[in-house]
């Protein structure tokens, strides 16, 4: 299957990851509508929390709230792993950027499809679920860790764990996944912004008066 796609890009050198960024964004897109329609079939989906929720307007709000609040989280955690000499930059942000570069379909994966798609996975099916028996704060853990874990950048655990903690009390706040899928998807924009353009920030901040 991989030879016979390549046939369509062109033969550049890294036609391999061009590859990449479209079979993520296309399978992430199959996926998606796949949970759709699972997710249409049971009509407790949605229906985690006792109580009523927070009105639309009320969970937009706290998601873009939530945004900063893991910006925050992750900038703490981000010092905690320099005192620990883990040294800043994330492996799996920086494999998902070179192929964003030279695919940029590759931000529909990144920013659209798969904030959704985790947050159907890690805070509506485990968070969800364990929160049901458990304590808010025993099911955003494991929930956290779990997500941390599946991201298979075990130097920077800790600021996966706190990003999928806070995304986990955002749900739980607004008893809305629309909310913690805003977080997440400001916060996965915002990093594909910066990293995109980072060599001009630099040029910026090199130009500022000292």
Partial sequence: ??????????????????LAGWWSSVSFAIAFLVCIF?????????????????SIPVSIG??????FLVYLGQTIGA??????????????????MQVTEIAPI?????????????????????????????????SAIISSIVFALIHLDFSHIILYTISGFIFAFLYYKT??????????MMLNGFVTIIQMNADK????TDQLPK
């Fill in 38 to 54: 699972l997710i249409s079939k049971n009509k407790n989906f949605w229906h985690v929390f006792k109580g009523e929720k927070a």
């Fill in 79 to 96: 010092t905690i792993e320099l005192a620990l000499g883990i040294d800043y930059g994330s492996e799996n942000t920086q494999k998902i």
């Fill in 62 to 67: 706290w998601g873009i709230i939530g945004f």
């Fill in 201 to 204: 920030l630099q040029q910026i």
């Fill in 106 to 138: 590759m931000i529909l994966a990144s920013v659209l499809f798969g904030p959704i798609l985790e947050e159907f996975v890690f805070r509506r099916v485990v968070f969800g679920s364990l929160v049901q028996t458990q304590s808010f704060w025993v």
């Fill in 1 to 18: 299957m991989r030879a016979f796609f390549l046939q369509f890009f062109e033969q550049d050198g890294n036609e391999g990851i061009a």
């Fill in 175 to 184: 008893k809305r996944l629309l909310t913690s899928i805003i977080a997440h």
